[in-house]
């Protein structure tokens, strides 16, 4: 045989061999890291699903509480308010604040009045005469009632929110208490699919599954498809639900049709390798490959999304349009990686920071800074506007209340978050209590300005509650909570105004 072909067997069998191994190796572990990612996609999307979820029912707990500490309310429980229904239980009110039922329990846990909607419909709903007892056993538990949670009614799963009854400033024994609900229904479930733009499905599974309330989960169903969950229960355990969405097995798709196209472009290069010396085989094509491989190996290795691998300049084949190829898909996997981001740490209404980057920019803060101020605040009067102009001009309101925030935390850098509703949290430097006044102050001072919503001349102002790291907290929980109890305090004296967090007196 002569050494030509030899020489031309030799290569051809290393490549053969080259190929085989190649594909035995890297093929299920970019496979697996694709099906990873896919589960990754999946679960954060039933994250938000969750958040979501969870947001709404906070929600409905600080409507809720808001109505619980009204004068109408507390008077109407008491029997002095005889047009209280009438006056304000209208269908603009469910409407607006996304309630499917209200009932008032006396001191007595006895029925005062209950009324339902549907939010589907947009009527009035008939409720059982004994719908108001499903809530009895949880109102019958608690002796001061604050209470959001998952409940099974004759109607349906619900979101439900439990407050006592007082008085605006808190005074006199509780008149009993109030209950605010959502039917977890096709409504809702629309609502839901269309903010966070999934096709959502809800259905009542085995009441012995062992899952865990909240659970996220994500399995493949297909070859092309991927199935994420969330898994509700009521709070007594004994009904389970599950709501769902069929998502696409994009990276495992891609993934496994780069591979067909990366072992297609190598087959290529190999036959074109065999054609030439071993000489010319080094230089021009094996050296590359290597140099490609290392580098892809390095970015995996790192996990730098903002990295890309260095094209030649020097040829024009098919490894420099794979290397090409390879940075779109980096550059690909890069957006998707920062619009997660953006999902997950920032308010999509305003733009400002949401609770979990709040969470990390304190840890950071703490570590460069001794002194910390963390300002909590609401809107006063917010409720009113979200009740006679609607949400839609209740989010135009958060909006520019981000936006007046901006210049005055750029001259002092600090960070604004919004935590919630109408809430949002500060959290500056300060050298001295003066430095904070002055701050607060000015917050105030912008927020009384006259908002134009839209062509609709409102005004608002702000409670301010602080708290200082780390005199009143070391950590993020025990700053909000006592900034919260500052807020009320500020409340209770007349509102449009700050008050720092004072240890109470044991």
Same mark, same amino acid.
């Given at each position: 045989?002569?050494?030509?072909?030899?020489?031309?067997?030799?290569?051809?069998?290393?490549?053969?061999?080259?190929?085989?191994?190649?594909?035995?190796?890297?093929?299920?572990?970019?496979?697996?890291?694709?099906?990873?990612?896919?589960?990754?996609?999946?679960?954060?999307?039933?994250?938000?699903?969750?958040?979501?979820?969870?947001?709404?029912?906070?929600?409905?707990?600080?409507?809720?509480?808001?109505?619980?500490?009204?004068?109408?309310?507390?008077?109407?429980?008491?029997?002095?308010?005889?047009?209280?229904?009438?006056? @304000?239980?209208?269908?603009?009110?469910?409407? !607006?604040?996304?309630?499917?039922?209200?009932?008032?329990?006396?001191?007595?846990?006895?029925?005062?009045?209950?009324?339902?909607?549907?939010?589907?419909?947009?009527?009035?709903?008939?409720?059982?005469?004994?719908?108001?007892?499903?809530?009895?056993?949880?109102?019958?538990?608690?002796?001061?009632?604050?209470?959001?949670?998952?409940?099974?009614?004759?109607?349906?799963?619900?979101?439900?929110?439990?407050?006592?009854?007082?008085?605006?400033?808190?005074?006199?024994?509780?008149?009993?208490?109030?209950?605010?609900?959502?039917?977890?229904?096709?409504?809702?479930?629309?609502?839901?699919?269309?903010?966070?733009?999934?096709?959502?499905?809800?259905?009542?599974?085995?009441?012995?599954?062992?899952?865990?309330?909240?659970?996220?989960?994500?399995?493949?169903?297909?070859?092309?498809?991927?199935?994420?969950? +969330?898994?509700?229960?009521?709070?007594?355990?004994?009904?389970?639900?599950?709501?769902?969405?069929?998502?696409?097995?994009?990276?495992?798709?891609?993934?496994?049709?780069?591979?067909?196209?990366?072992?297609?472009?190598?087959?290529?290069?190999? /036959?074109?390798?065999?054609?030439?010396?071993?000489?010319?085989?080094?230089? #021009?094509?094996?050296?590359?490959?290597?140099?490609?491989? /290392?580098? +892809?190996?390095?970015?995996?290795?790192?996990?730098?999304?903002?990295?890309?691998? =260095?094209?030649?300049?020097?040829?024009?084949?098919?490894?420099?349009?794979?290397?090409?190829?390879? @940075?779109?898909?980096?550059?690909? /996997?890069?957006?998707?990686?920062?619009?997660?981001?953006?999902?997950?740490?920032?308010?999509?209404?305003?733009?400002?920071? !949401?609770?979990?980057?709040?969470?990390?920019? #304190? =840890?950071?803060?703490?570590?460069?800074?001794?002194?910390?101020?963390?300002?909590?605040?609401?809107?006063?009067?917010?409720?009113?506007?979200?009740?006679? /102009?609607?949400?839609?001009?209740?989010?135009?309101?958060?909006?520019?209340?981000?936006?007046?925030?901006?210049?005055?935390?750029?001259?002092?850098?600090?960070?604004?978050?919004?935590?919630?509703?109408?809430? #949002?949290?500060?959290?500056?430097?300060?050298?001295?209590?003066?430095?904070?006044?002055?701050?607060? !102050?000015?917050?105030?001072?912008? #927020?009384?300005?006259?908002?134009?919503?839209?062509?609709?001349?409102?005004?608002?102002?702000?409670?301010?509650?602080?708290?200082?790291?780390?005199?009143?907290? @070391?950590?993020?929980?025990?700053?909000?909570? !006592?900034?919260?109890?500052?807020?009320?305090?500020?409340?209770?004296?007349?509102?449009?105004?700050?008050?720092?967090?004072?240890?109470?007196?044991?």
């Amino acid at each position: 045989m002569k050494l030509r072909m030899k020489a031309f067997l030799v290569v051809s069998i290393t490549m053969i061999l080259f190929l085989l191994l190649l594909f035995g190796t890297a093929g299920p572990i970019l496979l697996r890291e694709s099906k990873l990612l896919d589960d990754n996609n999946t679960l954060k999307d039933a994250e938000l699903i969750k958040n979501n979820m969870e947001s709404d029912l906070q929600g409905l707990s600080r409507t809720n509480r808001d109505w619980a500490v009204w004068d109408d309310t507390y008077y109407f429980l008491l029997g002095a308010k005889p047009d209280y229904v009438e006056v @304000n239980l209208l269908s603009e009110t469910f409407e !607006n604040n996304q309630v499917s039922f209200i009932i008032y329990l006396n001191a007595k846990n006895e029925l005062v009045y209950q009324q339902g909607y549907d939010l589907h419909q947009h009527k009035e709903l008939h409720l059982e005469r004994a719908f108001y007892e499903t809530f009895l056993p949880i109102a019958q538990s608690y002796v001061e009632l604050n209470e959001a949670l998952l409940v099974q009614t004759s109607n349906g799963l619900s979101m439900a929110s439990l407050h006592s009854v007082y008085t605006s400033i808190g005074e006199g024994p509780s008149a009993g208490t109030i209950i605010m609900g959502r039917f977890i229904d096709s409504k809702y479930l629309s609502t839901t699919a269309k903010e966070l733009s999934l096709t959502l499905h809800f259905q009542e599974k085995d009441s012995n599954s062992t899952t865990d309330a909240w659970a996220v989960a994500a399995e493949p169903v297909s070859e092309t498809e991927i199935k994420g969950s +969330l898994t509700l229960k009521d709070y007594m355990n004994q009904y389970t639900y599950e709501m769902s969405f069929i998502g696409q097995r994009h990276f495992y798709l891609e993934k496994k049709e780069s591979i067909k196209q990366l072992g297609f472009l190598l087959v290529l290069i190999g /036959l074109f390798f065999i054609l030439f010396i071993l000489l010319l085989l080094d230089r #021009f094509i094996l050296s590359r490959v290597y140099r490609m491989s /290392l580098q +892809l190996n390095r970015i995996q290795n790192e996990k730098n999304v903002s990295e890309r691998i =260095r094209t030649s300049t020097k040829y024009r084949d098919e490894l420099t349009t794979l290397e090409n190829s390879i @940075n779109m898909m980096l550059q690909s /996997l890069e957006e998707k990686h920062n619009e997660v981001t953006k999902l997950a740490y920032y308010d999509h209404l305003t733009l400002l920071p !949401n609770r979990y980057l709040l969470e990390e920019e #304190f =840890r950071k803060r703490i570590e460069a800074h001794s002194s910390l101020a963390l300002l909590f605040f609401d809107l006063d009067g917010f409720k009113r506007i979200n009740d006679t /102009l609607g949400h839609e001009a209740g989010d135009v309101l958060l909006q520019t209340v981000a936006n007046r925030l901006a210049p005055v935390l750029a001259k002092v850098d600090g960070l604004a978050a919004r935590y919630g509703g109408d809430e #949002f949290v500060i959290l500056v430097r300060y050298h001295q209590h003066a430095d904070i006044i002055a701050l607060a !102050n000015a917050i105030i001072a912008k #927020f009384g300005e006259m908002y134009t919503i839209p062509s609709q001349p409102v005004r608002i102002s702000a409670s301010i509650g602080i708290s200082l790291y780390p005199q009143d907290g @070391n950590t993020l929980d025990e700053l909000l909570k !006592n900034a919260d109890i500052a807020m009320y305090e500020a409340k209770k004296g007349g509102k449009n105004q700050w008050a720092f967090y004072t240890i109470p007196i044991q």
